[in-house]
């Protein structure tokens, strides 16, 4: 083993062992001074601590130089206080193990590893991206756009494909409202709102658009209140994923503008958070950079995936900065019991980030531009 590699896993392993559950602030709380003392020692510089309602984010400025690229990671995951009782990290043939390894801890350390010696990079880390980024969205955009290219961490797509396109995420409540009546005396004078919720649910689902990748899916529906009284109220959950804009706003304008079909029921729509899909323009200069790079270096062209899950990434993209995702560990397993990240893939993987973030830095000529030119 490296002395590269024993510094990669001796990090993961820091922040693996804290866990942080994205909804326990205190954990992300003690997580964000984990992940400070080891980016720290990595970078030569402590982070900027950022408190906001409640979850703490963190913040590297590296150098002297004006900001020109942001890394971006978060360290916050999906799995209870307790997991490593069942769990623990581990490193065995090759493998390491532990909740939150792959998604994304082992990224994360990637990421300090690949900026350590920079200038002119902001590596920003967040503490709540797996529930959607309520607290951090805002500081994402506003870095991002003072940002020529924002580089993501997250972990790869399978066999550690670059994820060059991701899916814009929206989420929908629909409110059905009725009238209640006793279901055996006076059915006639009540109004069914589980009647209009299978109206409205049917009619959701007829917006998805297999061609265009676009999927609308009904999800969690509530009805009524005793099995013998017509339903007054109703309600369901819709999750719309699309790769287009123009898709997303489609599908929006469509689901707000439904319309009750029982006479007497009422239909109202609200819209809960959002990301915009990282489209495939956003990252092309970039990933045709990478190739490149790569291609001096002997190396083969990295793969590259378009995926359904949001991250980030959607929001850097969707600020209008050039966005390349899925540059982190290689593994699989995300949020699954089976988590875990190939070792012997790290220390290459970071070195050919590093040699990007370089790239990008270097300034004139434009490096995105070339490439943009180079590779249709």
């Known amino acids: 083993m490296t002395a590269a590699l024993r510094d990669l896993l001796a990090d993961a392993r820091a922040l693996i062992e804290c866990e942080s559950p994205s909804t326990d602030l205190a954990a992300v709380a003690r997580s964000a001074e984990v992940v400070a003392r080891v980016g720290?020692?990595?970078?030569?510089?402590?982070?900027?601590?950022?408190?906001?309602?409640?979850?703490?984010?963190?913040?590297?400025?590296l150098g002297a130089s004006p900001s020109r690229v942001l890394l971006l990671g978060h360290h916050d995951t999906v799995w209870p206080l307790g997991t490593l009782t069942d769990h623990p990290c581990t490193v065995e043939d090759g493998i390491l193990r532990g909740p939150g390894c792959f998604d994304m801890k082992a990224g994360l350390v990637m990421a300090f590893h690949a900026a350590a010696g920079l200038d002119g990079v902001t590596l920003l880390v967040t503490g709540d991206e797996e529930i959607g980024s309520p607290s951090s969205r805002e500081l994402i955009e506003r870095e991002a756009r003072a940002a020529t290219a924002a580089l993501?961490?997250?972990?790869?797509?399978?066999?550690g494909a670059i994820k060059t396109e991701r899916k814009g995420a929206a989420q929908y409540e629909v409110r059905v409202a009725g009238r209640a009546a006793h279901a055996g005396l006076e059915p006639h004078r009540g109004v069914n709102a589980t009647l209009e919720l299978a109206h409205q649910v049917l009619a959701v689902s007829e917006l998805a658009d297999r061609t265009a990748g676009t999927t609308v899916t009904p999800t969690l529906a509530r009805a009524g209140t005793t099995t013998n009284t017509v339903p007054a109220e109703g309600a369901f959950a819709v999750d719309v994923r699309a790769r287009t804009v123009a898709e997303q706003e489609?599908?929006?304008?469509a689901?707000?503008?439904?319309?009750?079909?029982?006479?007497?029921?009422?239909?109202?729509?609200?819209?809960g958070p959002s990301r915009p899909p990282l489209e495939a323009a956003a990252s092309a200069p970039l990933y045709a950079l990478l190739c490149r790079i790569a291609t001096d270096r002997g190396l083969p062209e990295p793969a590259r995936a378009a995926v359904g899950g949001a991250s980030d990434g959607n929001l850097t993209a969707g600020v209008g900065t050039p966005t390349l995702d899925g540059l982190g560990a290689v593994g699989g397993g995300a949020h699954a019991a089976d988590e875990?990240?190939?070792?012997?893939?790290?220390?290459?993987r970071t070195a050919l980030v590093r040699a990007l973030v370089e790239q990008l830095l270097a300034g004139s000529?434009?490096?995105l531009a070339t490439s943009a030119t180079a590779r249709p």
């Open 152 to 159: 993501v961490f997250e972990a790869s797509a399978d066999g």
């Open 365 to 367: 000529p434009d490096p």
């Open 255 to 271: 689901i707000r503008a439904l319309r009750a079909t029982v006479p007497g029921a009422r239909v109202e729509t609200t819209a």
């Open 40 to 61: 720290a020692a990595r970078l030569g510089v402590a982070p900027e601590q950022i408190v906001l309602d409640g979850r703490t984010h963190l913040r590297w400025r």
């Open 250 to 253: 489609r599908v929006d304008r």
């Open 340 to 348: 875990h990240v190939l070792v012997e893939e790290m220390p290459a």
